[in-house]
C-alpha cells in the first residue's frame, strides 16, 4: 500500500517551467516503477513519463521529450517531474501513479492530482 501526494503545480507563462513533487508514503515506494500522467478538460487522462525502480530507466511521451525529466529519490519516496519549455497544450491536471506498469497499465495507486496551467 502506498499514498502518493502531488504538489509544485500552479500557473507559468508559455516558455517557462515548473518542478512537480509525488511524495509517498509506504514502504514499497522504492520497489514500484513510478509514473506521471495527465489529464485536459474533455480529453482522457494520458502517459507523460516514467521511471523504473531504480531510476536506471526513463520513459516519456513523445511531446515532452527533450523537455520534461523524471527522476526519483527512493531514501526520501520520492518524484519528480521537471518541465521546461511549458507549452499551452500542457495545461492539464498532472496525476503521480505508483506500481506503473505501462502506458496503457498504469498501477492501482494515484494522487490527487496537481493543476498545471501554461498561459500563452
Known amino acids: 500500500q502506498v499514498q502518493l501526494v502531488e504538489s509544485g503545480g500552479g500557473l507559468v507563462q508559455a516558455g517557462g517551467s515548473l518542478r512537480l513533487s509525488c511524495a509517498a508514503s509506504g514502504r514499497t515506494f522504492s520497489s514500484y516503477a513510478m509514473g506521471w500522467f495527465r489529464q485536459a478538460p474533455g480529453k482522457e487522462r494520458e502517459f507523460v513519463a516514467a521511471i523504473s525502480w531504480s531510476g536506471g530507466s526513463t520513459y516519456y511521451t513523445d511531446s515532452v521529450k527533450g523537455r520534461f525529466t523524471i527522476s526519483r529519490d527512493n531514501a526520501k519516496n520520492t518524484v519528480w517531474l521537471q518541465m521546461n519549455s511549458l507549452k499551452p497544450e500542457d495545461t492539464a491536471v498532472y496525476y503521480c501513479?505508483?506500481?506503473?506498469?505501462?502506458?496503457?497499465?498504469?498501477?492501482?495507486?494515484w494522487g490527487q492530482g496537481t493543476q498545471v496551467t501554461v498561459s500563452s
Open positions: 501513479n505508483a506500481d506503473f506498469n505501462g502506458p496503457a497499465a498504469p498501477g492501482d495507486y
